[in-house]
């Protein structure tokens, strides 16, 4: 029983890795790595990690999964489209070296993969053949939440206090990172819609917004910037440096 | 089953990651890519905790999921600003920093 449901899942782990790892648009990359996370979840469970595969569900496909969908519903088509694009373009161009990449990759990991399983299964230690230690079930046993918050807040206080500053500096962080505000992304905001003769529109995190209404009334960038460059084409596309 | 084939399992998926973050150029697919090594040395860890019988490879585990969080939040958030900034979303393109 165990060795079935063993294959199935570590079966479906892989699949669900190089699922993410091959899939052409983000979304089946994210919607694949869920279905590796469940997978991998019960393989935790035959493991007798119980509390860690509730985690693994809950908080890693449940949470950080639908920040992912989130975000690459909000960013991930266009980025998309434009790699199909400027793959082809390269490719026609000057035969830019992204199979060669390719190629390279799988060479590099596949000296890894070989590197890691001499490392991990040629140790030469012995249990690593067998089941691992003895286990009794029960309610306090080896795996279990009361386990697992026991040496959190003994033996691991120190780690678990630690992991939750973490976790404040990251949203602190993340915070930071994504609000809106002026300065150079109003400019940018500017230039890359300068071609189409369009003003940025209000919710785009103008200059004006991030500083307030005491600026609102100054002239916007789109109209004080040149006309367009010929030839640009559209897109977020970049102009070429110096 | 015995350890070795969980551990097996585990090289396989952190392999696959690594291989996607090199060959991989959408930056959202590398950070799925670096969450599946992630969960490979997990795998291991908490194979090896099953392996002794002892509690210390799950709790880091579960401090390498924090982490695994943490870096989602602020990568994501950084898709999210260059997205705001209308740039590529493209490793090979965000070069600025290079000259």
Known sequence: MSAVLFFGAGAGAIAGAIGVVLLRDPFYSVLALVGHLVCLAVLFLLLRAEFVA?????????????????????????????????LSERVRSHGFPSSRMR?????????????????????GLHGIGGHGAG???????????????????????????????????????????????????????????????????????????????????????????????????????????? | MSIAWYLAVSAIVFTLGAIGVIARRNPLVILLCLELMLNGANLALIAFSRLWGNGDGQILALVVMTVAACEVCIGLGMIVAIHRRRLPIDVDELRELQG
């Open chain 1, 135 to 242: 286990y009794s079930p029960g309610p306090r046993t080896f795996g279990t939440p009361a386990y697992i918050g026991k040496l959190l807040l003994t033996r691991f206080l120190v780690a678990f206090e630690v992991a939750s500053f973490l976790l404040l500096i990251a949203a602190v962080g993340a915070v930071v990172l994504a609000r809106r505000r002026g300065g150079l992304e109003g400019e940018e905001a500017g230039e890359a819609l300068a071609p189409l003769g369009l003003a940025p529109p209000r919710e785009a995190g103008t200059m004006a917004e991030g500083v307030g209404p005491a600026l609102a009334a100054a002239p916007r960038h789109a109209e004080a910037l040149p006309a367009p460059a010929a030839g640009a084409p559209g897109g977020p596309r970049r102009k070429p440096l110096p």
């Open chain 1, 54 to 86: 509730a985690v693994q569900v809950v908080v890693y496909a449940g949470a950080v999964m639908v920040l992912y969908v989130f975000v690459v519903a909000y960013v991930g088509g266009e980025g998309d489209r434009f790699e199909l694009g400027q």
């Open chain 1, 103 to 123: 190629i390279g990759g799988a060479v590099l990991g596949g000296a890894l993969m070989i590197e890691l399983l001499i490392a991990m299964l040629g140790t």
